[in-house]
């Protein structure tokens, strides 16, 4: 008697819940065929509502919208305009940004030939979706802009020296440099970073850096669904002090999924030549070719 009694209240469970997961799927098929979003799309409209309680201690952990992905993140604070060198006026007075010469004026090489916009440009400037990701001695942050990743050593080493330059052991510039971090408290995390390849950008404006630019960034979450971002160049051969690029907010993503979002070099170069170059360029600019950052 136990038994049956055992076996039919199994029963009934199983009932209850295969009914429930039925439910369910109908319930989600009937929200899908009337306009609901796919899971396998990021939807800008799909934001965090309020600050999703206390944030967690000494994890970003995530996937997070920013000012170029969703209306609803607001850009932030806007960076000082820097002094510059005058190395950093004669590199500066080279570069031509798109959006004062046009495409076919610009000399861009990410505008032009979809060449990588490099750290901190991408990080900032480009400021779209990110992920973040914890992993033993070091973080790693996936962006969405050209899907590129960033590692962030944690495990207490220091930036290296010497980068770019001839001695046997030195490392080669790297488009995204060479960064470690460390939590200042428990919603503070900084990272610094050196080494980064002086063909690149600091962001589309066309200021430039040398290959000893010292570029911080500081995340602060500042609740479960908030996070800010603020990034700090100091570069003295380039600008006559450390200078703040801005602050960008990010909001968390609640399916966390982010779209790919990629730079394609024959679509560009396709229409640089048809549309691009013939529409011609402000008759006033001129190009004028330098060396390397801290070349003369």
């Known amino acids: 008697m136990r038994k049956s009694f055992t076996?039919?209240?199994?029963?009934?469970?199983?009932?209850?819940?295969?009914?429930?997961?039925?439910?369910?799927?109908?319930?989600?098929?009937?929200?899908?065929?009337?306009?609901?979003?796919?899971?396998?799309?990021?939807?800008?409209?799909?934001?965090?509502?309020?600050?999703?309680?206390?944030?967690?201690?000494?994890?970003?952990?995530?996937?997070?919208?920013?000012?170029?992905?969703?209306?609803?993140?607001?850009?932030?604070?806007?960076?000082?305009?820097?002094?510059?060198?005058?190395?950093?006026?004669?590199?500066?007075?080279?570069?031509?940004?798109?959006?004062?010469?046009?495409?076919?004026?610009?000399?861009?090489?990410?505008?032009?030939?979809?060449?990588?916009?490099?750290f901190p440009q991408n990080a900032y400037t480009e400021a779209r979706g990110l992920s973040i990701a914890t992993m033993p001695s070091r973080i790693v942050i996936l962006v969405q802009f050209q899907d590129l990743w960033r590692e962030v050593w944690m495990d207490g080493r220091t930036l290296p020296t010497g980068v770019g330059g001839s001695a046997r052991d030195a490392l080669d510039p790297t488009y995204n440099g060479y960064s470690v971090g460390h939590w200042e408290d428990d919603y503070n995390?900084?990272?610094?970073?050196?080494?980064?390849?002086?063909?690149?950008?600091?962001?589309?404006?066309?200021?430039?850096?040398?290959?000893?630019?010292?570029?911080?960034?500081?995340?602060?979450r500042v609740d479960h669904n908030t996070m800010t971002l603020t990034v700090t160049v100091d570069d003295p051969k380039i600008y006559t002090k450390p200078w703040s690029m801005g602050t960008n907010n990010y909001r968390w993503i609640p399916n966390q999924k982010?779209?790919?979002?990629?730079?394609?070099?024959?679509?560009v170069i396709k229409y640089m030549k048809e549309l691009g170059d013939p529409a011609g360029s402000d008759p006033n600019a001129t190009v004028q070719r330098i060396g390397r950052a801290g070349e003369q």
């Open 258 to 267: 982010i779209n790919e979002w990629q730079c394609i070099p024959s679509e």
């Open 7 to 118: 076996g039919a209240v199994v029963g009934l469970v199983a009932v209850l819940v295969f009914s429930s997961v039925a439910m369910a799927q109908m319930a989600q098929s009937q929200s899908q065929g009337a306009g609901a979003h796919s899971p396998w799309r990021f939807n800008p409209a799909d934001n965090s509502v309020g600050d999703g309680g206390p944030a967690p201690k000494r994890d970003l952990s995530g996937t997070w919208a920013g000012p170029g992905s969703s209306p609803a993140v607001p850009r932030g604070k806007p960076g000082e305009k820097p002094t510059l060198t005058p190395l950093g006026e004669q590199l500066m007075s080279g570069n031509k940004s798109i959006g004062k010469f046009s495409p076919a004026g610009t000399n861009d090489p990410h505008a032009r030939y979809c060449d990588p916009v490099g």
């Open 189 to 220: 995390l900084v990272v610094d970073t050196t080494g980064l390849d002086d063909r690149t950008w600091l962001n589309g404006q066309g200021y430039p850096h040398s290959v000893d630019a010292h570029v911080q960034e500081r995340y602060t």
